[in-house]
Structure formats: C-alpha cells, structure tokens
C-alpha cells in the first residue's frame, strides 16, 4: 500500500538528517499524481536561521525534478508533531490541500489536511494580479 511505503520513506529520511544543532532529526516523504516519492529531511546550519526543514526539503527536490501535483504528504519524527508555520505555508503553496499524515517511530500518530493544518491560508488566489 502506497501510504505503508511513504511512512517507510519518511522514517528512513529521518535517519539522514543533518541536525547537529537541534538533534532533532525529521524526515519527510511526498508522493506526486504519477506515483513517485520524493524524500526529505531536515538540514540544519550553524547560522540557524538558514536551516531548512524535513518538509521542505521533499517538496522543492519533487520540484526540481519537474513534479508539479503533489497528493499526500508524511511527516515523520521522533515523537509525531506537527510541520511547522512555515511548512505550513510552502505546503499549502506547492500541495493545496491534501492529506497529511504525521508519524512518529511506532505509526501513525495523526492523520490530517494541510487545510487543517492552516485554516484561512494565504493563497495566490488573494493576490490582486
Ligand atoms: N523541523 C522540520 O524539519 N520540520 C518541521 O516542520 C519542524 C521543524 C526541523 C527544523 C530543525 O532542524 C529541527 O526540526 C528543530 O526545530
């Protein structure tokens, strides 16, 4: 099943971290409209701000890769919290609104949406060009 294997992605993601600052390590995995998985994990920098999380890691290489319709995303970590504000955002940008599901290392922890997740989102239907 589709959604086993991106669990299974997202945990291993996970173990790649490079989050020497935070040891916090999480792994993210997306699967687009044809089928593919994109891992990702969280990168961090010694200038803090410029890490970059688990979540956005997935979607931008999907990106490079010529994806462009996204239709589930997980987020795995060590005890199954939710994708930050940020990703939050980039999320509903990239994805729309589809299902979420969070894992920590056992399963599945919550399943949800990214219109959940960011209710009243900003979106470029609100831009007036
Ligand atoms: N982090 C993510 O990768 N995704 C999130 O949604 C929340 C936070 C990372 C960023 C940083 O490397 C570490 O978790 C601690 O904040």
Known sequence: MTK???IEVAQEARKKAYAKYSDFFVGAAV???????????????ASYSLTICAERTALHSAIV?????????VVAT???????????????????DIPI???DEKGVCTETRSS????LAFDQNDLNN
């Open 31 to 45: 699967l687009t409209d044809s089928g593919k998985i994109f891992p990702g994990c969280n990168v961090e920098n």
């Open 116 to 119: 959940t997740l960011l209710p």
């Open 78 to 96: 060590e005890n199954g919290v939710s994708p930050c504000g940020a990703c939050r955002q980039v999320i509903w940008e990239l994805c729309g």
């Open 4 to 6: 086993n294997k991106l």
């Open 65 to 73: 890769a010529g994806e462009r319709k996204f239709t589930h995303l």
């Open 101 to 103: 599901t969070i894992v």
